[in-house]
């Protein structure tokens, strides 16, 4: 069958050669680099797993497409935010600003609404309000800002405000610490935001992020998992990251969600791994190594899901471009799993 993008109006897009250059990150859904511009750099920094996403067959096409109104309390809402926001409201105007920013919270969530928040200023709102919210506001406008930062096609938009934000790094660290589950969740889908931003990485890092993101992934909090995964993967994308991460046994917490949870997080944790074994020589022996990673990324590209299957095809081209490994790849049975995966693909 004709393979096509997310888009059902794309154009087939030629799979991609099986090289050294797979796409590094965990978006897949943004628009795949020309081969040529892949080949030149090993990591491609900010450009995720687009290939995967387009070596799956897409939807059929719909017949009529519906132009999303915007809701009409948009301007109110964020008119009663700014106002907070300008003399850092307390009492009853910071309580409507709280209840503002819950219902913007709910609309960040609605695909069809994500971009006119966005579009009428949304994103540096929510980030000031961050900063003296309370516990509860605070809550609400880092899922708000997960929302509109992490997925639709305005997030690249969303994340541009918040490019030298550097002072969210710390708030961000102080929710995924939370006791409250609801705050380590919005702590999770903001950093998965944050994280893909190039030059906030590193000011993450420094601000403690990665031990409380480790301990996240470890405990298999539904809440939070699916964007816990997605933040590291990001994070990953930036080799002195990587050097932490694996000290903190990422690698080790990334293969159990392998083969549990939804094909989703099945799939970004292969992303995650491919990303960490592509810092260096020391980050690709220490996923190798790590218990039951080569056998559940084996395991993935026998499980007949689409993207699941080419992330792990991307971990092991980074896995195998060390030729210390290919004896443990093949010891844990990487050569039939990719020669069936590849029958498959012919039949």
Known sequence: PALHSESPASSPVAPMPLGRSAPPEDELGSGAPPPSKVSKRRRQGDE??????????????VSAVVVPKRDERIPHLLSTLRAACSCAAKGAQKNRAVHAVETIGILAADDSQRG???SAGATPALAEFLKFGGDRGRRLAAAA?????CSGETAAEARQFLAQA???????????KEKHPEGRAAGATLLAGLAQIPSLRGHLESAGVVVPLVVLLRAHDGLHIASAVRA??????????????TACGAEAALAKLLGQGEAETRMRAALALRNLAAGS?????AVAAAPSVLPGLVALL??????????AVFAFQEILSEATLHELAIRAGVAEALKAALARTSA
């Open 302 to 311: 026998g499980a007949g899901e689409g993207k699941g299957e080419m992330a």
């Open 281 to 285: 020589p020391e980050g690709r022996a």
């Open 145 to 149: 800002l997960g929302h509109l930062t």
């Open 232 to 245: 590291l993967g990001h994070l990953a994308a930036s080799a002195s990251v990587c050097e932490r991460l």
């Open 48 to 61: 995720a797993g687009a290939y995967a996403l387009a070596l799956v067959p897409s939807a059929a096409p």
């Open 166 to 176: 550097v002072d969210l790094a710390p708030i961000v660290v102080e929710l995924v």
């Open 116 to 118: 006119f928040l966005v």
